[in-house]
């Protein structure tokens, strides 16, 4: 039997309010969505090899000669400056390691501050703290130690003699570190640390870590590290030391590092 259906049953009275209807309620939908994408915090960004935190008076905490401390403080110190030029190019006039060491610590500095970290200088312009340059050196940790610093960081730029054969090959970046007193053996694991985080970000050849007996190391009375970040006798080297890119790396590569060893000292 043939079955007839009434087709009007099926018939839209008002097909334009009903696309009207559709189309609030997309929206409404829609609106739904994005109002829950807004309160739901976004994943950080995984490829920061290092969390970035932003260390506050109540928050970080260090134990310095057995006082705790609060709001840690750290000292940068670009080296030579003044009278000492540290380095000198053999490839271009009047290029200096006390230029390279000031812009780096300075960069550092704006970095340290931005997370929270307050920073005391050694220098800030292009000035020797002592025309003696063994009273130099001491003047250096003398203001590391006067200012309760949790952690030292020395930066340089490396050289090796010319008239040796091949003296021009030697490049790359080396962390050195002090391992009796002021930190022991926990230097060289910041020393590692610190160079892992360098090593991220520039393009110099990673030398690794070395034990040193610097004075500045030595006498400070605090974890600290020397930065060698490049050679400027080396050309390859040298053009990077010319660069911005290359100092802001290696600003960025200390910065980083320098929070993970804080974070390793916190007493909670």
């Known amino acids: 039997m043939r079955v007839k259906f009434n087709r009007r049953r099926y018939y839209l009275k008002n097909r334009s309010r009903f696309i009207t209807f559709l189309a609030v309620l997309l929206m409404f939908i829609i609106s739904i969505y994005l109002l829950a994408e807004i309160f739901n915090p976004a994943e950080a960004d995984s490829s920061l090899p290092v969390k970035i935190p932003v260390f506050t008076q109540s928050d970080t905490s260090n134990e310095n000669e057995g006082n705790k401390k609060s709001n840690p403080v750290v000292v940068i110190d670009p080296g030579h400056g003044g009278r000492d030029p540290g380095a000198i190019s053999p490839y271009k006039n009047d290029f200096y390691e006390k230029e390279v060491t000031l812009d780096i610590g300075l960069r550092l500095r704006e970095k ?92 110099t050849a990673y030398n690794g870590i070395k034990k040193a007996n610097y004075g500045v190391l030595r006498m400070t009375k605090m974890p600290s590290l020397l930065i060698e970040t490049a050679y400027i006798t080396n050309r390859e080297d040298h053009k990077r030391l010319e660069s911005g890119k290359f100092r802001e790396d290696m600003a960025e590569g200390i910065f980083r590092g320098t929070v993970r060893i804080l974070e390793k000292m916190q007493v909670q």
């Open 112 to 203: 340290l501050e931005k997370a929270g970290i307050k920073v005391v200088m050694t220098r800030e312009e292009d000035i020797e703290l002592d025309i003696n340059v063994e009273k130099d050196i001491r003047a250096r940790s003398v203001i590391a130690n006067e200012a309760g610093a949790i952690f030292f960081i020395s930066i340089h730029v490396n050289s090796f003699d010319l008239k040796v054969n091949n003296g021009d090959t030697y490049n790359g970046t080396e962390v050195y570190y002090f391992s009796i007193g002021n930190g022991g053996s926990a230097n060289e694991e910041y020393a590692k640390i610190m160079g892992e985080e360098i090593q991220r970000v520039t393009d």
